[in-house]
């Protein structure tokens, strides 16, 4: 694999070497004593890092760890069961991350090593268990990171030579028929949720009252981190927004360990920012508090159309005509997920429209498909009306994969680049991608968004394209710098025809030199204000995160300022 700490030094300045986070070896790395008191403060909670797919390999760190029904257990679910990795203290989604030094396979004798997995782990049952973490990583100088479910495109939620606090077991929830708190003046329902709920799990529970919250299409993401700090987009959106706007308070653990309550008459200003400032660097949110919703009833549309019943030339035709018709779609609070490839294959899987039927939907969508019977594009199509909109959820949206090598990009595409000139020049771009192999997975809404850290570019959106490279595991060094260096012309190629755009940060490319702007635009400085002022140590570090830009992961994976 190619080597993440590697190209970590890839937009780098000169490393002040006093001022570094402690590696395994330094004088300063804490001893077992000290180690063992942390694992006594968090009730016996603290683990040491075994990689997750050492039960394939002989030994790690000089202990046999081969497993034969494990391993087989493992290579069996890893790539299609998200269960085995958000179950694990450890394991991340996105292989990519892990630098491979310890990777799934099938020779037992293939060396096993830490690589960028943590050093420990704190599996949090409780406020107690996260604030002495905190303390101790603080105190002692040690890498500090958290991960809930490790659905992270940016690696977020994995660091080598650190501690981990893993949230995913504080599963406390609360529901209010009526919210009344005196931060706030909304007093409709509600519900507070441990920071170990996931998106599904949640729409679930509040499916039982006739009520639901924007949430994430993937349904194992983690709802309380990375998600809704980032800002959080689902298929509400269109008519809700995205999920930080919701949000009505949030309890966090700080840099300086102290647990607070977090809302618009406490912590203000981190109130503000972590409503879509992203995840990871402000603190560790232990519960958030978000408004919910009546569930509506909703009609989807289904449709596929590929190569193999239209020539090339009408699919791309077919597909320009399809972004062509979004931001129309966008501006009635329609959804759309869809994907598509090089095959060329295009799936829209659902098109989901709330508070309409399924007459009024076709209606909607006529002169789209107009438009693809003009340019000979064969599809099959499919329009259902649902009671609410889970039970379009449920049939309509289709499990995603995990444990694999991918590398991801994206752009936020605003309703002003979709003029019919600028749409066919992208779509050209879109062409190009999929033919040089990466498969694109795309968002279609308008949100309105509130008055938080989310980029302002979002209330302008209309299309967010994901484009992903996925590795085989087997390219050379020279292969994959080359994939890094495409993933770069793509990107330039999207932002000649989006000026004054960017893209949301928590599914970009993790390598872009000009993040600041680009995931948090005019957001930026008043986010790096909260940031010295709630973390001015720096405890907290995470990829491409505000105050990132202070550090640098060196070779070997050492966290030092800048």
């Known amino acids: 694999m190619l080597s993440i700490l590697g190209l970590a030094l890839l937009f780098t300045s000169t490393v002040s070497a006093t001022q570094c986070k402690v590696v395994p070896g330094d004088t300063k790395w804490p001893t077992s004593s000290q180690w063992k008191a942390l694992s006594n403060a968090v009730g016996g909670r603290l683990q040491s890092v075994v990689p997750p797919a050492a039960a394939c390999h002989n030994s790690f760190e000089g202990k046999p760890t081969y497993n034969a029904s494990a391993c087989s257990d493992l290579l069996e679910r890893w790539s299609v069961d998200q269960a085995l ?13 892990t630098n ?33 973490a905190v303390r101790f990583a603080r105190e002692k100088g040690v890498r500090l990171l958290i991960k809930n479910t490790g659905h992270d495109f940016n690696g977020k939620s994995i660091g080598a030579n650190s501690l981990s606090i893993w949230t995913h077991q504080l599963k406390d929830v609360k529901i209010f028929e009526s919210y009344a708190d005196p931060s706030t003046s909304y007093t409709g329902s509600a519900v507070r949720l441990g920071a170990g709920w996931q998106g599904g799990e949640i729409y679930e529970l509040l499916a039982k009252s006739g009520k639901t919250i924007v949430g994430g299409e993937c349904a194992t993401v983690g709802f309380a981190g990375g998600y809704i700090q980032g800002g959080g987009h689902g298929p509400l959106s269109g008519i809700l927004g995205m999920a930080s706007d919701h949000v009505l308070q949030y309890t966090v653990v700080t840099a300086d360990g102290r647990h607070r309550i977090v809302d618009a008459a406490n912590n203000a200003d981190l109130f503000w920012a972590l409503r879509g400032g992203g995840g990871g660097t402000f603190g560790v949110v232990t519960s958030v508090t ?12 289904t449709l596929d159309f590929t190569n193999g019943a239209t020539n090339a030339s ?17 501006a009635r609070g329609i959804y759309v997920y869809y994907e598509f490839s090089g095959a060329p294959s295009l799936t829209i899987r659902p098109l989901l429209a709330p508070h309409l039927s399924a007459a ?26 649902w009671p609410t909109w889970l039970h379009a959820y449920r049939e309509t949206f289709t499990t995603e994969g995990a444990g694999i090598n991918m590398l991801t990009s994206s752009r936020l595409i605003q309703a002003q680049h979709l003029t019919p000139a600028n749409n066919a020049a992208l779509g050209d771009v879109f062409r190009g991608i999929a033919e040089d192999g990466k498969v694109v997975i795309g968002h279609a809404f308008t949100p309105r968004t509130a008055n938080n850290a989310i980029n302002p570019i979002w209330k302008d959106g209309v299309l967010l394209p994901l ?81 990132s830009e202070k550090w640098v992961e060196t070779e070997g994976g050492r966290l030092c300022r800048v």
């Open 100 to 132: 491979g030094t310890c990777a799934l396979t099938t020779n037992p004798d293939t060396p096993c090593t830490i690589g960028t997995y943590p050093r420990y782990v704190v599996a949090a049952k409780g406020v107690k268990d996260v604030q002495a």
């Open 360 to 385: 009024q939907l076709t209606s909607v969508v006529a002169p789209f498909l107009r438009d693809l019977d003009a340019a000979g594009v064969t599809y099959t199509h499919n329009i259902t009306a």
């Open 467 to 547: 484009y992903n490279y996925f590795w085989t595991g087997n390219e050379t060094q020279e292969q994959q710098w080359e994939a890094v260096d495409q993933m770069a012309g793509w990107d330039a190629k999207f932002k000649a025809l989006t000026p004054g755009s960017g893209t949301y940060v928590s599914e970009a490319n993790a390598y872009e030199p000009d993040w600041q702007h680009d995931f948090y635009g005019q957001s930026w400085a008043r986010l790096s204000a909260v940031k010295k002022k709630v973390d001015p140590e720096g405890v907290f570090w995470s990829r491409q995160a505000v105050g």
């Open 314 to 330: 009408a699919f791309w035709a077919g597909l320009t005509a399809f972004h062509g018709h979004t931001p129309a779609w966008a």
């Open 85 to 97: 990795h958000y179950q694990s203290p450890t394991s991340v989604y996105w292989d990519f991350w």
């Open 290 to 301: 978000v408004k919910t919703h009546d569930t509506p009833p909703v009609s989807t549309l």
